[in-house]
């Protein structure tokens, strides 16, 4: 089963370092290390929303700012290859957003994160958001340091996404499927993408989203809320 | 997904391990890529001659790519199982997200010639 692809030139080596364990992404893992310590230290939840452009990832963060927003502190990192527009959408509803532009890169890699956060107050944050570049295939390889790692799914992509992007359900712990109100004019299977999901990740949460009917926009805030009480709780025992 | 970004990051750790002298030596990078990593193999081939060639070093280096395929876990028959049709489950069919290897994105052997030194002797 194993492949090797050689160059033309054929190495002469006579002095070999064997087995070496130099994991390219060490570098971005050390610094997400850096972030999960930061944030249980200061009881912050991390999350990592992520997807394909256009799920409608910002519009559900301006439908929990709308409905939440009083009842946790939270904040917001948005990233884009360009503009400061998801940042302005989040806080024409009263959010508080800092953008993240990445000029070109397709993903946010730690590094990034740990600096935007230099320029966030956390003190007394309870949520601490990073809405992720669109983008189902890079992001998925670089660890933010987050809690929990939540992927948009929406009905207009088609329900055959998962197993074309294996890594990024495999390393979510909930999935949202999202644009659930265009049902009944697409050839979209909720059944068929959850058991799509479920095949790469047996474990995974799902639920179903319409920000513009307001459908499941409930059972995603209780989700937000108690995943905050969680890590307050342990940051509890912890202590005690 | 960002190929020239990663061979730069390969020779960044070689220059981070190694000295100047040790690295004139350097003959041949063999790197683990496992298929869940989002990396293309000929891809990482064309970054490799792109990158030697534009900064004029480690130009008769080689880079040998080692696809690893996915294979999960499974605690009850407590064996690895190779993942089929992206089924990620044991052989037994128990499903298992227990990803044991195919996320790997590492330098696995490195070789240099012999030091000049130790040829002589």
């Known amino acids: 089963m194993q492949k090797i692809q050689r160059s033309s030139k054929a190495a002469r080596g006579t002095v070999t370092c064997d087995n070496t364990t130099m994991h390219l992404l060490k570098a971005n893992d050390f610094v997400a290390e850096s972030i999960r310590k930061r944030m249980a230290e200061q009881n912050i939840l991390l999350l ?3 997807s394909s452009a256009g799920s409608g990832k910002t519009t559900l963060l301006q439908e929990t700012i709308k409905r939440i927003g009083d ?3 939270i904040k917001i990192l948005v990233g884009d290859l360009e503009t400061e527009r998801d940042a302005d959408r989040l806080r024409a509803v009263g959010g508080d957003a800092l953008q993240i532009v990445t000029g070109g890169i397709c993903h946010l890699e730690a590094q990034m994160v740990w600096q935007a956060m230099e320029g966030l107050n956390l003190d007394g944050v309870d949520l601490l958001i990073i809405e992720n570049v669109g983008n189902l295939v890079c992001p998925a390889s670089f660890d933010l340091g987050e809690d929990y790692r939540v992927t948009l799914i929406a009905t207009t992509e088609g329900d055959d996404k998962p197993k074309k992007y294996p890594r990024m359900f495999l390393t979510s712990e909930l999935m949202l499927v999202s644009k659930v109100d265009l049902l009944e004019y697409l050839p979209f299977s909720v059944d068929n993408v959850v058991a799509d999901a479920r095949d790469i990740n047996p474990d995974i949460d799902v639920l179903e989203l319409s920000t513009i009917k307001g459908t499941g926009v409930d059972a995603w805030c209780d989700w937000l809320l108690q995943k905050v009480a969680e890590k307050k709780e342990a940051a509890a025992v912890v202590a005690s | 997904m960002h190929e020239i970004s990663l061979i730069r990051t390969v020779f960044n750790t070689l220059e981070a391990e190694f000295d100047a002298e040790e690295l004139s030596r350097l003959q041949a990078v063999d790197l683990k890529v496992g298929l869940l990593s989002n990396v293309e ?3 990482l081939q ?7 060639q534009s900064e004029g070093k480690y130009e008769t280096a080689t880079l040998n790519i080692e696809t690893v395929p996915v294979e999960v876990y499974c605690p009850v028959c407590d064996k690895n199982s ?3 049709n992206y ?3 044991c052989s037994c069919g128990r499903p298992s997200s227990d990803v044991v290897s195919g996320t790997e994105l590492l330098i696995h052997r490195i070789h240099f010639a012999e030091p000049a030194a130790v040829r002589s002797t």
Do not use: C, E, S, Y
């Open chain 1, 71 to 73: 009842q946790a502190n």
């Open chain 2, 46 to 52: 064309n970054a490799f001659a792109a990158v030697t």
């Open chain 2, 87 to 89: 089924k990620f489950a």
């Open chain 2, 82 to 84: 190779p993942v089929k």
């Open chain 2, 41 to 43: 193999p000929t891809l």
């Open chain 1, 48 to 50: 990592n929303i992520t």
